[in-house]
C-alpha cells in the first residue's frame, strides 16, 4: 500500500510561470513532509519542508501548502526557471519517538521550457 | 571528505556474487539510510540505522545486510547479488531528531 502518492509522473511548464507539484498521503500519523529535488546522476537534495502544526511554508521561490484535512500537500515553484527541470520527490515521517524514517512518493519530473 | 560518500560509482555483478556498497559521512550525524531507486518505484528504504551499533529494517530489506560499527560508515552488503537487486542505491544521513536527510551521490549497481 503505496503511502504517499504522486499522482502526476510528469508536468511541463513555460519559464516565468508557477509550477505546482502534488502529493497524497495516507497514513495520519505523518507530521513532517519534506520535498526533494534531483538532477539526473546525482543524489536527491533537500529543498523544503513543512510541519504537520503549520499550513505554509515559504522560501524564496518555494512554497510549500499543507491541507491536513485532506491529506494533500503541495510545492509551488514561482517563478520557474529552466534548472528548476528535475525530479521533485515527495517525502513524510512521523517524526516523534525515534523514528525518523522518511517515506517517498514515485517522484514527478518537472520540465521547465525557456 | 565533505558530506557523504558511496563506494564505488558503479558496478557490474555476476549474479551469485558477495558485494558490500560503502557510505561514510563526516557530518557527525547520528542516523543513516540506505535506499534503492528504481524507475516507476521511486525512494525506498532498504535499511536504516537510528546510532550507531544498532540497525532496523526498512520497507525493502530482503537480501541485504547492514553494520553500523561507528558514527561515521554505514556499509550494505549483499550476500548473493541477484538480477532483481539492479538498482541505484543511495546511502543518507541525518542528524536525529532532525528529520532532512543528506544524501549521497548514489551508486549504480547492475547484477547480470
Known amino acids: 500500500d503505496q503511502q504517499v502518492k504522486q499522482n502526476s509522473p510528469s508536468l511541463s511548464v513555460q519559464e516565468g510561470r508557477i509550477s505546482i507539484l502534488n502529493c497524497d498521503y495516507t497514513?495520519?500519523?505523518?507530521?513532517?513532509f519534506l520535498w526533494y529535488k534531483k538532477y539526473p546522476a546525482e543524489g536527491p537534495t533537500f529543498l523544503i519542508s513543512i510541519s504537520s502544526i503549520k499550513d505554509k511554508n515559504e522560501d524564496g521561490r518555494f512554497t510549500v501548502f499543507l491541507n491536513k484535512s485532506a491529506k494533500h500537500l503541495s510545492l509551488h515553484i514561482v517563478p520557474s526557471q529552466p534548472g528548476d527541470s528535475a525530479v521533485y520527490f515527495c517525502?513524510?515521517?512521523?517524526?516523534?519517538?525515534?523514528?525518523?524514517?522518511?517515506?517517498f512518493g514515485k517522484g514527478t519530473l518537472l520540465t521547465v521550457n525557456p | 571528505i565533505a558530506g557523504i560518500t558511496q563506494a564505488p560509482t558503479s558496478q557490474i555483478l555476476a549474479a551469485g556474487r558477495r558485494m558490500t556498497l560503502r557510505c561514510t559521512q563526516d557530518m557527525r550525524h547520528n542516523a543513516m539510510y540506505w535506499y534503492r531507486q528504481d524507475l516507476g518505484l521511486g525512494l525506498r528504504l532498504i535499511h536504516y540505522?537510528?546510532?550507531?551499533?544498532?540497525?532496523g529494517k526498512g520497507e525493502v530489506p530482503d537480501g541485504y545486510s547492514v553494520s553500523r560499527a561507528n558514527t561515521d560508515d554505514f556499509p550494505l552488503t549483499l550476500a548473493s547479488a541477484v538480477p532483481s537487486q539492479t538498482s541505484v542505491y543511495f546511502c543518507?544521513?541525518?542528524?536525529?531528531?532532525?528529520?532532512?536527510?543528506?544524501f549521497g551521490p548514489g551508486t549504480r549497481l547492475t547484477v547480470l
Open positions: 497514513n495520519s500519523m505523518f507530521d513532517y
Open positions: 543518507a544521513s541525518s542528524l536525529v531528531p532532525r528529520n532532512e536527510q543528506f
Open positions: 517525502a513524510a515521517s512521523e517524526s516523534g519517538g525515534s523514528n525518523y524514517k522518511l517515506t
Open positions: 540505522s537510528n546510532t550507531a551499533g544498532t540497525t
